[in-house]
């Protein structure tokens, strides 16, 4: 029996695009907008769709560490901040001053930036200094390919069980399928994908939102 899908054409994808929640949002729609002059790099944006995934899940899980690797402009992290409950904290790493300090001025408009810690520099370093035993309950990827597989490995000690982990752009494109993939961050995302789906610590789905989001709850 074939699987059920939907092919995307663009008049689909501008109706799928339209219909959630923070469709409309203001706010993200101005980080949105300043994101987008910057040129060609606010392609690293999420879509506001996952926006609403993200924020839908934390909402949720009543999530109350979260952790993102791959913070950019701070769209992400906006959306997951204000679905935490009070009390609730989103630590941050991301390795550009720039990008962030656009972060920070939407996130004080929005009045989140309380409940978030940013910490510039490189997480692969800095993330290994964090406690060795479970802190987080939600964790959010969307940082260089090829570390992938290492903040994976470096996150999940410290993820509670039950937590969700996410990846970003985990369909690179649409490139994966067609064949071998030779280049290192497709290469990096094709291991990964399935290193996850066959990983005894993990629940996995692949899913095709926006550039595809692999979500996995620890067990």
């Not at 092919?7 to 949105?32: F, I, K, W």
């Not at 402009?73 to 941050?92: E, K, M, V």
């Not at 369909?171 to 990096?188: E, F, H, K, Y």
Request: glycine share 8%; proline share 6%.
């Amino acid at each position: 029996m074939p699987e059920k899908y939907v092919t995307l054409n663009e008049s689909m994808q501008q109706y799928v695009a339209t219909c959630h929640t923070q469709a409309g949002d203001p706010l993200l729609a101005d980080l949105r907008a300043e994101t987008d002059a910057l040129g060609g790099v606010s392609q690293m944006q999420i879509s506001p769709a996952q926006g609403t995934f993200l924020a839908i899940l934390v909402a949720a899980l009543g999530v109350r560490n979260a952790v993102e690797v791959g913070t950019f402009t701070g769209y992400s992290a906006l959306c997951i901040a204000r679905a935490l409950p009070a009390g609730a904290t989103l630590t941050c790493y991301d390795a550009s001053e720039e990008w962030t300090a656009i972060a920070r001025r939407h996130w004080e408009r929005a009045g989140v930036a309380d409940r978030i810690t940013l910490h510039v520099g490189d997480a692969k370093e800095q993330l290994p200094a964090l406690p060795e035993e479970p802190c987080f309950d939600f964790a959010f990827v969307d940082a260089e390919k090829t570390g992938y597989d290492t903040y994976y490995e470096l996150l999940l000690p410290r993820l509670h069980p039950g937590s969700l982990i996410l990846f970003d752009n985990m369909l690179w494109n649409g490139r994966l399928a067609p064949g071998p993939v030779t280049n290192p961050d497709g290469a990096t995302i094709d291991a990964l994908n399935r290193k996850l789906a066959a990983d005894p610590r993990v629940e996995s789905v692949l899913l095709p939102i926006a550039d595809g989001v692999h979500l996995c709850r620890k067990v």
